[in-house]
Every structure is written in structure tokens, then in C-alpha cells.
């Protein structure tokens, strides 16, 4: 039986897991939906490393929860908007959709969407907010505990409202600007994607595009080589992870 297809039973196996995981688990994220609407959270493995919660929930304006990552775990979390689900957690999102699932089970999200990435490490974590996918939902992590630098990574200014005409994203309604395309997306050129001869560092620099991201948002990834600026590492801490403020 897949417990991701049943979401009352999910419930009682993770609470279940969650007893018996704790003790064996030191790493901790906890995503508080500070929104006025709902978030979807997702969650994608990195390579070899295992789904957690299905990899996607729903979580209301307001709600807290945390989720356990287990030793040296790697991923991407991001957060879908508005969604619609039936019964068999079948359906799609306006942002961030992964393959029309409540439960991504390792599946990306279609950009844009605002990422969070975390990889733990036996001696340091690495961690950023990324808008290299382009941006839907204003996203922060904090260390907390954590030993070293344990610096701020996010971008919680509504990048929507100043988004460039050519990378906006707008409802179905035609109306509001629910999420803005990065340029690589929008233009699908080696400049602005940082492959082919700009696929360097020193070849593939900030355009005006990234700037606008990077100005807004300077403790987040604005293109592939943003490293100095973008990224952060601590030391046995645990991590909140914040949508909207």
C-alpha cells in the first residue's frame, strides 16, 4: 500500500516515524507558513538520498511544522501556490507544480520557483535560497544552535511586484503576477544560462536580469555562479525555514 495515497494514515505513520527517528537524528527543519494563504511545501532528495513526507504537504496560513532530515541528507525545498487537490491527492498548482501530485515522491518543481537547498555535512552544512529557477514565494532559513558563521540566506522582498515584464508570470485570469521566470527560462540563451562558452565562472557574469534579483535579494543565488555572496555553511545546527514574513 502507498501511504502517500492516504493521507490519514500518512499522518499516523509519520507521527509514528517521527518517535522513532529523533533519536537517532540530530538535523531538524521547521517551515512555518507565515503567508495570509495557503503553502504547499515540497521536498526533493538529492541523488541517493530518500523522500521525506511523501515530498509534499499542505500547510495553512499560519501553520508550523518540522520535519527530521536524516545524517549527510541533500535536497531542495520550495513551496507551491495555489493549488487544488481531489481525494487521491491528484491535481496541479499554479507555481511550483511537480508532475499534478499533492506528493512529489522526488519529483522537481516546475519553475519558477523560489528553492531552498540544504546539504549536510559530517563536519559543515552548506545551505542557500535560490533564485537561479526564478522566484514565486519569499523564502528565508536560519540556522539555529548551529556552531561557525550560521549566516541568514533568503529573499523575502515580493520580487513579483518588480518583476521585468518579459519574465512575468501571471494567473490564468490573466490577472496578477503570481511568479517571475529567470532569464535563462525566458530567453533559453548560454549568456543567461551559463552553458556552452559562458559555462564558467569567469565567462558567465551578472546580467541586468540578475541584477534586479541580486539587488532586491543579496543573501540568495541570483545566477549559476553566484558562490561568494549566495551561499552558507554551519555546524550541527537545526534550520527554520520561512515563507513569506
Keep these: 500500500m502507498n501511504h502517500c495515497a492516504h493521507p490519514l494514515l500518512f499522518s499516523l505513520l509519520f507521527l509514528l516515524s517521527s518517535f522513532i527517528v529523533v533519536r537517532v537524528s540530530s538535523t531538524t527543519i521547521t517551515l512555518h ?11 526533493q532528495p538529492g541523488s541517493g538520498h530518500p523522500v521525506l513526507r511523501c515530498g509534499g504537504f499542505h500547510m495553512a496560513a499560519g501553520e508550523t511544522t518540522t520535519v527530521r532530515l536524516p545524517p549527510l541528507w541533500s535536497g531542495r525545498l520550495w513551496g507551491r501556490q495555489g493549488c487544488k487537490f481531489d481525494g487521491n491527492g491528484k491535481g496541479a498548482c499554479a507555481t511550483g507544480d511537480c508532475g499534478g501530485s499533492l506528493y512529489c515522491n522526488g519529483l522537481g518543481g516546475a519553475p519558477p520557483a523560489t528553492l531552498a537547498e540544504i546539504t549536510l555535512g559530517d563536519e559543515q552544512d552548506f545551505y542557500d535560497v535560490s533564485l537561479v529557477d526564478g522566484y514565486n514565494l519569499p523564502i528565508s532559513m536560519l540556522p539555529i544552535k548551529g556552531k561557525g ?3 541568514y540566506a533568503g529573499c523575502v522582498r515580493d520580487l513579483n511586484i518588480m518583476c521585468p515584464v518579459a ?16 532569464a535563462c527560462l525566458t530567453f533559453n540563451s548560454p549568456r543567461y544560462c551559463c552553458t556552452g562558452s559562458y559555462g564558467s565562472p569567469q565567462s ?3 546580467t541586468s536580469y540578475s541584477k534586479i534579483f541580486k539587488t532586491a535579494c543579496p543573501k540568495a ?16 545546527g537545526d534550520y527554520i525555514l520561512t515563507f513569506c514574513r
Design 167 to 182: 519574465l512575468q508570470v501571471r494567473s490564468q485570469d490573466k490577472g496578477s503576477v503570481v511568479a517571475c521566470k529567470s
Design 33 to 43: 507558513n507565515k503567508c495570509k494563504h495557503p503553502v504547499w511545501p515540497a521536498i
Design 221 to 236: 543565488y541570483s545566477y549559476a555562479y553566484d558562490d561568494p555572496t549566495s551561499i552558507s555553511t554551519c555546524t550541527g
Design 204 to 206: 558567465c557574469k551578472p
Design 149 to 151: 558563521r550560521c549566516t
